[in-house]
C-alpha cells in the first residue's frame, strides 16, 4: 500500500514562510499525481496543489496561486510544498495526497490516498 509521511509544520507568524515534505513510499502504479489538501477547524477539506510525476504541471487552488509552490524530487519520491506570505486563513491541518495519473486526467483531482497529516499555524 501506498503510505505519505508528512512533515514540516509548525507555528509561524503572518507574512512568514514554511515549506512542507511528504515521503512517498509502495507506488503500485505506473504513473502518478501527488499533492496537498488541507482542512481547517470547522471547515470541509480544501484541495490546494498537485504536481504530475514528471514535474510537468502544477496545478493550484485559487487561494493559494502566487505564494505557494509545489515540485517533487523523484528520484527522493519527496514533494514539497513552499508556502509564502502565510495568512491566518492557512492555517488548518496539511495532507499529502496521491492518485494514479489517470485519476488527475480524467477527474481532475488527486486525492484518493492521505497520509496523517501535519499542522500549520498562522498567527
Known amino acids: 500500500d501506498v503510505q505519505l509521511v508528512e512533515s514540516g509544520g509548525g507555528s509561524v507568524q503572518e507574512g512568514e514562510s514554511r515549506r512542507l515534505s511528504c515521503a512517498v513510499s509502495g507506488y503500485a502504479w505506473d504513473r502518478y499525481c501527488v499533492g496537498w489538501v488541507r482542512q481547517a477547524p470547522g471547515k470541509e477539506v480544501e484541495w490546494v496543489s498537485s504536481?504530475?510525476?514528471?514535474?510537468?504541471?502544477?496545478y493550484y487552488a485559487d487561494s493559494v496561486k502566487g505564494r505557494f509552490t509545489i515540485s517533487l524530487d523523484s528520484a527522493k519520491n519527496t514533494v514539497y510544498l513552499q508556502m509564502n506570505s502565510l495568512k491566518s486563513e492557512d492555517t488548518a491541518l496539511y495532507y499529502c495526497?496521491?492518485?494514479?495519473?489517470?485519476?488527475?486526467?480524467?477527474?481532475?483531482?488527486?486525492?484518493?490516498?492521505w497520509g496523517q497529516g501535519t499542522q500549520v499555524t498562522v498567527s
Open positions: 504536481i504530475d510525476d514528471t514535474s510537468t504541471r502544477t
Open positions: 495526497a496521491t492518485d494514479p495519473i489517470g485519476v488527475l486526467v480524467v477527474a481532475g483531482t488527486c486525492f484518493g490516498h
